[in-house]
């Protein structure tokens, strides 16, 4: 088991609850725009519960009403050096958040996004890499970045993945700013609360869903998802077999079997 709450942090909050891993941008003054501080923070509580069963799911979130704003525009300009430097400082600094979004793409947990106020660029990313994202009806979701001169580089892959090529061409190069409800109609959003007591209940009834699966279950269907479409069909299913043998086989798989016989919830969900 990690000791990933206990260890200090500059821009993130970090708690740990039966099981329930919560991560919270802490950069209210900035609308929770990250930082490189923050995005190195994140990659590494992902990296310390990579391996840690006993963290069943991973709740994203934001302070003080919004989830995310995107990259610290201001942390990635730097005075110091020559001009290649500075380019090599922003490279740096858009490749590890790209690294940032494929960890948690790729994380083993569930993972929740709490989407609030406002979601764009980095965010927005992150809202389409997480398992369940619940939003608030109030949350506004966009990608800004050809606003600004630049491009949404790292999330590109990931809205793609999520919505399709068609509508994130749309939201990218419009830099279109939409709601809640019509963020659940492209798919990027599951569901949507209209208070904040609604939006907790509503976690609290996800997390309760997903007690329901085996935690190396959960994990090795994360993973076989996240192929299709990068590997041939048949060696896709042929390997997608093999986990399923080993895992019928695994405790896991006979202590579900056992339970399923003996009409009785399995341990993991005890």
């Known amino acids: 088991m990690s000791n990933v709450s206990q260890q200090q942090y500059r821009e993130i909050l970090v708690s740990l609850t039966q099981g329930v891993l919560t991560i919270t941008f802490n950069r209210p003054h900035k609308k929770n725009a ?46 110091a050096g020559s001009e290649q430097d500075k380019q090599q400082a922003i490279w740096n600094f858009n490749r590890s958040f790209g690294r940032m979004v494929a960890r948690v793409n790729q994380a ?108 190396k279950a959960n994990a090795n269907t994360k993973a076989l998802m996240l192929k299709v479409g990068t590997v041939e069909l048949e060696t896709l299913l042929d390997e997608a077999a093999d986990v399923f043998t080993q895992a019928l086989s695994s405790d896991e798989g006979k202590e579900g079997t056992q339970a399923f016989m003996q009409k009785r919830k399995p341990s993991w969900c005890e």
């Not at 919004?66 to 730097?78: L, R, T």
């Not at 061409?169 to 959003?189: D, K």
């Not at 509503?202 to 869903?209: I, S």
Request: with cysteine.
């Open 34 to 79: 990250m930082n490189l501080a923050l995005v190195k923070e994140v990659m590494a509580v992902f990296s310390d519960i990579a391996d840690d069963t006993s963290v069943r799911a991973v709740v994203i979130c934001g302070s003080e009403g919004n989830f995310c704003a995107g990259g610290d525009i201001s942390d990635m300009h730097s005075d």
């Open 108 to 215: 083993p947990q569930v993972v929740i996004t709490l989407l609030e106020g406002a979601v764009l660029g980095g965010g927005f990313g992150l809202a389409c890499v997480s398992d369940i994202a619940i939003a608030h009806q109030s949350a506004v979701f966009a990608m800004p970045e050809t606003g600004l001169g630049v491009v949404p580089a790292q999330i590109a892959p990931f809205v793609v993945t999520r919505i399709g090529l068609t509508q994130a061409r749309r939201l990218a190069l419009l830099g279109e700013r939409v709601g809640a409800v019509q963020s659940q109609a492209l798919g990027i959003v599951h569901f949507v609360c209209e208070t904040q007591e609604a939006l907790q209940v509503q976690l609290n009834e996800v997390l309760k869903q997903v007690q329901r699966g085996a935690p």
